[in-house]
């Protein structure tokens, strides 16, 4: 059941979106927003703490941009365009421009409400840290003050009736939440649009198990799309490479319905996937430390197996007619894993649980 019409965006979901306001989630959302079917709050802490993160994430990105510039030098010398271009010069400023402008964009699109601090009770907020109430907790973090403010600023700018849809899955603001009549915590963007569709549209239910009779299917094409996939080791194990994988497991998923229309949907299915990873590289366990150049020389190579579970949202298009009550020629048309082309995984020579 839908509650209430009022919607707050944590930081942690930005984040764990990957500031991707071109994900079908975020376009549902500003389209709800603009025909006033939403309400979307924002409040100046998470404003500011996304400015930071957006900037954080740009100086790392470059940052490993320069890396590769310098260990793939040689690639420059070649006359190619297409090479060339990966050696072009990019200025942090302008980049962290832009990705500010796509995010204050969006924010105006969604003719988002600006709440602000200062209407905050200075008390309310001293006694939430020294009784060690959420969202501090017993150890009183500190780091907890912005989720405090946020959380404050945005009860005192609601009426005494509104209740607000809390979008987190960060477990010390879920648990202020839980002893909040007003505030309702939903982990995420797709589970509080699927709340609105069920809602609002009577597709939804039928969409939702006609994927559910898929199950199978769905799980054999998540399969053969994370397997078409670049996998690469980011661990220390210095020139350690991803020897080969494959999809050992493709979990039940979770189906929320994010946009829905007359004769299309789209939706997100929240899962889980095991990946089985050989890794190979020096075998530094039987090499030589050089005393005088201060370098480990192996002599030989050894493989590390593992299996890692990721969790992916599979976003996936669906067309159909609907009829008489009924969905009709329903066709999957498109799916898509947008934290899939590139997987890092990290696997070390030993087993850390069992080399310290």
């Not at 944590?10 to 959302?29: A, C, G, M």
Request: net charge negative; hydrophobic share 35%; with cysteine.
């Amino acid at each position: 059941m839908l509650e209430t019409r009022n919607v707050f965006i944590d930081t942690q979901y930005f984040v764990k979106s990957n500031y991707n306001f071109e994900s079908i989630s975020f376009l549902s959302l500003k389209e709800l927003c603009q025909k006033e079917e939403l309400r979307y709050l924002m409040t100046s802490v998470v404003e500011r703490e996304v400015e930071n993160k957006i900037e954080l994430s740009i100086k790392e990105a470059l940052g490993s941009l320069q890396s590769f510039k310098r260990k793939a030098h040689i690639l420059s010398t070649i006359d190619d365009p297409s090479l060339s271009s990966l050696f072009a010069d990019v200025r942090e400023e302008d980049v962290y421009g832009k990705a500010n402008e796509v995010f204050h964009s969006f924010n105006t699109e969604c003719k988002y409400e600006y709440v602000e601090a200062d209407q905050i009770d200075p008390e309310k907020l001293l006694e939430l840290y020294f009784e060690k109430k959420a969202p501090f907790g017993d150890g009183k973090k500190k780091s907890e003050f912005p989720d405090a403010i946020s959380l404050l600023s945005l009860e005192t700018y609601l009426e005494e009736s509104e209740k607000l849809y809390v979008i987190s899955d960060d477990k010390d603001l879920k648990a202020y939440c839980e002893g909040n009549e007003r505030l309702i915590a939903v982990d995420s963007l797709e589970k509080l649009l699927d709340i609105y569709n069920l809602h609002t549209n009577a597709r939804t239910e039928k969409v939702k198990q006609f994927i559910e009779s898929k199950t199978d299917e769905i799980k054999a094409q998540v399969s053969d799309y994370i397997s078409g996939s670049d996998v690469y080791n980011s661990s220390s194990w210095e020139d350690a490479e991803v020897d080969s994988f494959s999809v050992s497991e493709v979990g039940d998923f979770e189906i929320n319905v994010v946009h829905v229309s007359d004769e299309e949907c789209q939706l997100a299915l929240d899962l889980t996937i095991e990946l089985d990873v050989t890794v190979i590289g020096p075998d530094f366990s039987n090499g030589v430390y050089d005393k005088e150049d201060g370098h480990f020389y192996s002599f030989g190579s050894t493989t590390r197996e593992e299996v890692i579970p990721f969790d992916f949202i599979c976003e996936l298009n669906l067309s159909y007619e609907f009829v008489g009550g009924e969905l009709e020629d329903v066709e999957i048309v498109d799916l898509y894993i947008p934290k899939a082309h590139s997987i890092e995984v990290n696997v070390e020579e030993h087993d850390q649980s069992e080399w310290y």
